[in-house]
């Protein structure tokens, strides 16, 4: 599903400590060697490596994983087609992040970057040694390009991200200008430090807006080496890679081979991982976390498990996304109403194995979630929309009922229909109708996991109680994400990923101009001018005590608009693994869920059992490349690079 490009852009964006407060940034227009948004960079100019790798971990051999449903895209930039997973450990970034400190990024294929005072604008100096995996140089023209291509014809989400820049200046060979005139926004630099680069020379001859299954020329550490589509994806570690020992990637991608392997429903994905053919396992499920690692392997310690401890809202709070651009769910008060009904305290009991914590915030397990009442400056803040705003935004502290007790449920159910009374309908014949057209009230749930059904069909329950038919619609993943980026469903689960410093990706969540785009994370179709202005204002924070009072103003505002019915999230991973890894000691706090600091053990893999040692070689299959272009095609993409690069 398109969530990973957002996930992918949430883990890059910078990460704030949640324990300490950043100090302020200093402004600067000298080169440096990273860039931090709040705060000072940890690592000095002279660095060898983060803290959290280790820098002589042995490269080779494979770690398998797995993916549900199929690909039919190799390009995940664009918003046509589902990506194959891994694809985007093959592009390189202008800077990297760091995984252990607050919202900084480092050298990575530019060697230093220098900003404006005011942040209108940032040059970026490339490495010299950069080259794709063709052996072709990383030019200022690829970044132009890859700028451009991205922003013009990438997925929506990347309009968002580069709004505020104007104009890209080609300074020299290995040096460009990005400007941002009346920009705003700290956080700049860091979001044109995550841009991928691509080959400007490879998108001449084909055609960067079309989904293809030919492997694109790379410029990061992996390569795509086999491609079976609808069964699995081989991805190859670029020998001598440009930037193995770059400090910002020194002791990352160890493994030879990834290879990411494809299955149809879960279960098939869980016994796939028992049977050994599955390396590791970030368990989504809590009754298989609490009861289905009960196998031989586990219990003789070929399998860890471990709960790892992390402060991000990332992958998010999950919750039932209404989608108010069906007349069914424009009305506030029929969303308050289906949201009054949903028993969280039973859902985590029976189905979770109370292993969850309820979400009552769009922020939950961060500093940015609104709890209590608005305190003097945020109340400050808000004044200004006060004739705007629900008149509960102000006055009251947003809490979710609790169902205790069967007395619980009753007053929930007569809250309910009183709400939607309100809204124009009524009980008939323990059907709710509307007054108006007589229609009864049903709507349809869409989900594209079968493990999600339960909850769906716990809700369905308690919907029934009022009158109210939801159908449950089960469809392939593919079919999930074309619906999703038409914004063809009623309601959905889904997660709002966070980055642990919001900003203009919020824009792409919440903002009205997303609301009607293709693709956008904008699920339930918002569109308030409050909730843009804040936004804005949210973006153009100066420092991370604003950043924190304006984000809880906007959860705020957002809870009160009922867009979702917040659920549930999880203070810690729950992973479990194949002992075949060699991992650092150190699990850096902002990335907690990555692999890519680990290598393979040759000695724990010869400890286990051996139906489940790697035995075979894995001679990667050369991969023909597409048939050339037409003359006139070739003609064509020739003028239109002349003319609207």
């Not at 108010?324 to 189905?351: G, P």
């Not at 009922?562 to 706090?589: C, H, K, Q, V």
């Amino acid at each position: 599903m398109r969530i990973w490009l957002f996930l992918i852009l949430v883990f890059l964006k910078a990460t704030v400590t949640l324990a300490t407060e950043p100090s302020q940034t200093a402004s600067t227009t000298a080169a440096s060697h990273g860039f931090s948004t709040f705060g000072e960079l940890k690592y000095h100019p002279e660095f060898t490596h983060y803290d959290y790798v280790n820098p002589n971990a042995p490269k080779g051999g494979q770690i398998k994983v797995a993916a549900l449903g199929t690909y039919d895209s190799l390009n995940p930039f664009i918003i046509k087609g589902t990506p194959a997973q891994g694809i985007g450990r093959c592009f390189a970034t202008l800077l990297e992040s760091s995984g252990d400190e607050p919202a900084s990024h480092y050298a990575y294929v530019a060697e230093s970057v220098q900003v404006a005072p005011d942040h209108s604008w940032v040059i970026f100096t490339l490495n010299t040694k950069a080259k794709f995996n063709n052996g072709q140089a990383i030019t200022a023209d690829d970044v132009t390009f890859s700028f451009n291509a991205l922003r013009e014809k990438g997925s929506p989400l990347y309009r968002t991200y580069y709004k505020a820049v104007t104009q890209v200046e080609k300074l020299s060979d290995h040096q460009i200008k990005f400007h941002c005139p009346g920009n705003k926004s700290h956080e700049i630099p860091a979001i044109l430090g995550q841009l991928p680069v691509l080959s400007k020379a490879y998108y001449d001859q084909h055609v960067f807006e079309e989904t293809s299954l030919t492997p694109p020329v790379c410029s990061g550490p992996y390569e795509v080496s086999h491609v079976d589509q609808g069964h699995f994806i081989t991805y190859k570690r670029v020998q001598n890679w440009w930037g193995e020992n770059i400090p910002s990637q020194k002791g990352r991608y160890n493994f030879d081979e990834l290879k990411v392997d494809y299955y149809r429903d879960s279960n098939a994905m869980f016994e796939a991982f028992k049977n050994g053919q599955v390396d590791v396992r970030y368990e989504n499920s809590s009754k298989l976390w609490s009861t289905g690692y009960n196998f031989p392997a586990v219990e003789q310690g070929y399998v860890k498990k471990q709960l790892i401890k992390h402060s991000l809202c990332i992958p998010g709070g999950q919750g039932f996304f209404f989608n108010t651009r069906r007349e069914i769910f424009s009305d506030r008060r029929v969303r308050q109403a289906i949201t009054e009904l949903f028993d969280f305290v039973w859902a985590n009991k029976n189905l979770f194995h109370n292993m969850y914590q309820r979400s009552v915030s769009y922020f939950p397990n961060t500093p940015f979630e609104a709890k209590g009442l608005p305190d003097t400056d945020e109340m400050t803040f808000l004044e200004k929309y006060k004739d705007q705003l629900q008149p509960e935004v102000l006055t009251k502290s947003f809490s979710l009922p609790e169902h205790k007790n069967d007395q619980d449920i009753r007053k929930s159910k007569d809250k309910a229909l009183s709400l939607l009374n309100e809204a124009g309908f009524e009980i008939k014949g323990q059907k709710l109708i509307n007054k108006k057209t007589g229609n009864p009230f049903v709507f349809e749930a869409l989900i594209a996991d079968q493990i999600l059904e339960k909850v769906f069909l716990h809700l369905q329950g308690y919907l029934k109680l009022i009158g109210i038919e939801m159908k449950i619609r089960l469809v392939d993943v593919s079919t999930y994400q074309q619906r999703l980026d038409q914004y063809d469903f009623d309601m959905v689960i889904g997660s709002n990923p966070q980055s642990p410093t919001p900003g203009n990706e919020q824009r792409d969540m919440w903002g009205s101009l997303a609301s009607n785009t293709p693709g956008s994370r904008n699920l339930p179709g918002i569109k308030d001018p409050v909730v843009d202005d804040i936004i804005e204002k949210l973006i153009e924070s100066q420092d991370y005590k604003t950043l924190i009072l304006r984000t809880r103003a906007l959860d705020r505002v957002l809870l009160w608009g009922y867009y979702m019915i917040p659920a549930w999230y999880n203070g810690s991973l729950p992973l479990a693994y194949w002992d075949r890894f060699g991992r650092p000691e150190t699990t850096p706090p902002y990335a907690p869920s990555s692999t890519e600091t680990w290598w393979f053990d040759p000695d724990k893999e010869k400890k286990l059992p051996s139906h489940v040692q790697r035995t075979e070689e894995h001679k990667p299959i050369e991969i023909t490349d597409e048939p050339a272009l037409s003359w006139w095609k070739k003609i064509w993409l020739k003028i239109r690079g002349l003319f609207f690069a």
